[in-house]
């Protein structure tokens, strides 16, 4: 029993949460992700602005702790994220020639993945590189290059530190602007087709209840699979008002299984890691108004309907 061991009885690699030292101070969240996980995804300490806030100045503590916890509990880890317009410290984003970016760039990727060398699971080299419009996102990094190179050298950089750990491009709103999966899924096949090592891709899945995105949830993992990568659902919540009316309760229940049934379906899903394990936690009300309610648990600690809809989809 357990979210993790149903879907590796079903052929896929995981179910995990994301985590951080904080959240595993409460031994609920302990033990939830004990039982029911197979993968933790640090939530906020392998950013960069986390662990080199300034430069080759190096925070380890959070990190490792969650690395020594996923260790100690034979969880995979999936790390997150080295190239992202968010979360960056200042003075990264001051960086203006391409030189320095580039020797900045692959020092920290290099430093960062060679302390954990051999632990990682998979990697979000990079992390929302583009636009809801499809465009390419401004960023430090996308205006200093000019194009899309950065990306080559953040790759490049991670495949020569750690040549098992799995290397993906990750986004979110890839299941609800076709615009922006068409234009991912071909600058996947573009960095392939000139040699860049992108081994997956991942799909965020912050998703809202009812949205008609979701009951077409497959075909969108159907396209990312035609970059011939392995797909990853990497940061799942499904958010609704913070608190739901009995409709919207049930219809939630639903989602998770029509989600968790499009990866069962698509022989390239390799797992799924949910965003948090309560509502209590989850990073959703701050950043969504009056919205909330998106994960399994309920801010008791309660499994919701949504778990046994999650439940069903395996
Ligand atoms: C969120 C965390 O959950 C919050 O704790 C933090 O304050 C902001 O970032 N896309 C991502 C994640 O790739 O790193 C974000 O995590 C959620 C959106």
């Not at 996923?70 to 790390?79: D, P």
């Not at 200042?90 to 954990?116: E, F, G, P």
């Not at 949830?217 to 799942?236: G, H, M, P, R």
């Not at 698509?266 to 509502?279: K, L, P, Q, Y």
Request: aromatic share 10%.
């Amino acid at each position: 029993t357990g979210l993790d061991a149903l879907i590796k009885a079903k052929g896929k690699k995981y179910v995990g949460f994301c985590a951080d030292p904080g959240t595993l101070s409460n031994t609920q969240n302990q033990n939830i992700i004990k039982a029911e996980g197979g993968q933790v995804t640090p939530e906020n300490s392998m950013k960069w602005e986390s662990i080199e806030p300034s430069q080759n100045n190096y925070n380890w503590g959070n990190a490792d702790s969650l690395v020594n916890f996923a260790q100690t509990n034979g969880k995979m880890i999936r790390g997150h994220t080295f190239v992202w317009y968010s979360q960056l410290p200042q003075w990264v984003s001051n960086i203006n020639n391409k030189a320095t970016l580039t020797s900045v760039i692959q020092s920290h990727v290099n430093t960062v993945m060679t302390r954990y060398k051999g632990k990682i699971y998979a990697w979000d080299v990079a992390n929302e590189v583009f636009n809801d419009d499809g465009s390419r996102r401004s960023s430090v990094f996308s205006n200093v290059f000019g194009d899309w190179t950065f990306l080559d050298v953040a790759f490049n950089a991670a495949r020569a530190a750690d040549p098992n750990a799995k290397l993906c491009l990750n986004d979110y709103n890839l299941d609800y602007s076709s615009a922006k999966l068409t234009n991912f899924v071909q600058l996947v096949k573009d960095l392939k087709n000139r040699g860049v090592p992108v081994d997956c891709v991942g799909t965020q899945s912050h998703l809202i209840v009812g949205n008609s995105a979701i009951p077409s949830y497959k075909n969108t993992l159907d396209s990312l699979a035609t970059t011939n990568t392995e797909v990853q659902i990497t940061e799942l919540d499904i958010r609704t008002s913070s608190s739901p009316s009995s409709s919207q309760i049930s219809q939630q229940s639903t989602d998770y299984k029509n989600v968790v049934c499009g990866c069962m379906k698509t022989s390239a899903c390799a797992g799924i890691t949910i965003w948090g394990v309560s509502d209590k936690d989850s990073w959703i009300p701050s950043v969504f108004s009056g919205q909330g309610y998106a994960l399994l648990w309920d801010a008791n600690f309660n499994k919701k309907s949504a778990y046994t809809g999650f439940v069903s989809g395996i």
